[in-house]
C-alpha cells in the first residue's frame, strides 16, 4: 500500500486536494481513478477534485486538475491561485511573477505578498474564447450572445456562452435561487448543445460594477466558487452591455474582481487559503 503525501487548500471554499510532484515524484499513476475516491465528503478526504503540481520544461511550474468526477478540466482559476501560493510558501518557487502551464497554455501569476506568505493572486487568464463551435457549443455564431437553450420540461433559457480554456454557460436571472443552480444546471451540464458538457452560471447583476453570481460546475455540482465562471461572468455581462469591463463578482465563498482589459485579455484576482497537510493510504 503506497501512502500519499497532499496538502488541502481552498480559494474562496472551491476547494482541492494538492499533490506535490515537485520536490518528490507522483505516485499516481491513475489521478483520474483516484480522484472520485479521495473527493468524496463522506469516505475521503473531501473536495472538488484533486490538482497534481508538476515540473515542466518551459513554465515554472505544471498543473494537472480532476473533478470529483474523476474528468480532467482544463483549467480551474481558483486552484492555479491556490498552486502559486504552494510554490512561493513552500520555497519550491521563490519568485513572485510565475509562468503556470494549464490545459489552457501557459499562464502568469502576479503573487501579493506579505509576511513571506501570498496572500491574493492576480492570474491572467488570457483572452476569452467566443467563437460557438471553439467554445464548444454547437452553434455556428462568434459571439454567442442570448441563445435560447430548452430544458427537458419544456422551459428555456438564454445563455451566452465563453471559454476562459474551459467552457461556461452564462445565464442572467432577477434572483438566484436553488432550483436554477441544482435542477436546471445539472440539466444543462449534459444538455446535446454542449459537446463536452458545460459549466453553468447564474447571475444577478446588482450594479455596472457588481453582480453576484452561483456557479454548476462540470464534474463537481454546485461549488463555493468558480475563478474561470467568474471571468467568463464578467465577460457575459459586458458583452450584453449589462456591466462595465471591471466588476466585483461575489461567490458563496467570496469575492473576485475581475477585470476584462483593453488589451482582450481578462484578469482575476483573489485569495488562496492553506487548510492541512495530511496522508492517505491509495
Not at 473531501?46 to 483549467?75: H, T
Not at 436571472?173 to 443552480?181: A, G, K, M, T, Y
Amino acid at each position: 500500500m503506497t501512502t500519499l503525501p497532499f496538502t488541502k487548500m481552498h480559494g474562496l471554499g472551491n476547494d482541492y486536494i494538492y499533490v506535490d510532484g515537485l520536490s518528490r515524484p507522483c505516485p499516481l499513476t491513475d489521478p483520474a481513478a483516484v480522484a472520485p475516491r479521495l473527493s468524496d465528503r463522506h469516505t475521503g478526504i473531501g473536495g472538488d477534485g484533486i490538482v497534481l503540481i508538476l515540473p515542466d520544461d518551459e513554465a515554472d511550474v505544471r498543473m494537472r486538475m480532476f473533478n470529483a468526477d474523476g474528468s480532467e478540466a482544463e483549467m480551474c482559476g481558483n486552484a492555479i491561485r491556490c498552486v502559486a501560493k504552494f510554490v512561493y510558501d513552500r520555497g519550491l518557487v521563490r519568485r513572485e511573477t510565475l509562468r503556470v502551464r494549464t490545459g489552457r497554455g501557459i499562464l502568469t501569476l502576479a503573487l501579493k505578498v506579505a509576511g513571506g506568505a501570498v496572500q491574493t493572486v492576480r492570474v491572467d487568464m488570457g483572452e476569452p474564447i467566443l467563437n460557438g463551435p471553439d467554445i464548444p457549443v454547437s452553434v455556428n455564431r462568434n459571439p454567442v450572445v442570448r441563445e435560447p437553450v430548452t430544458l427537458s420540461d419544456g422551459r428555456s433559457w438564454e445563455f451566452t456562452a465563453v471559454s476562459m480554456g474551459n467552457p461556461h454557460a452564462v445565464i442572467v436571472v432577477d434572483e438566484i435561487r436553488d432550483e436554477h443552480v441544482w435542477r436546471d444546471g445539472r440539466e444543462l451540464e449534459v444538455h446535446p448543445l454542449f459537446p463536452k458538457r458545460i459549466n453553468v452560471e447564474f447571475v444577478q447583476v446588482l450594479s455596472r460594477r457588481e453582480v453576484r453570481m452561483r456557479v454548476w460546475e462540470r464534474g463537481a455540482g454546485e461549488t463555493m466558487a468558480c475563478g474561470t465562471g467568474a471571468s467568463a461572468v464578467a465577460v457575459a455581462c459586458a458583452l450584453n452591455g449589462l456591466t462595465d469591463r471591471e466588476v466585483l463578482v461575489r461567490l458563496l465563498g467570496g469575492d473576485l474582481r475581475i477585470t476584462w482589459a483593453e488589451n482582450g485579455h481578462v484578469f482575476m484576482e483573489g485569495p488562496a487559503t492553506f487548510v492541512f497537510d495530511g496522508t492517505v493510504a491509495i
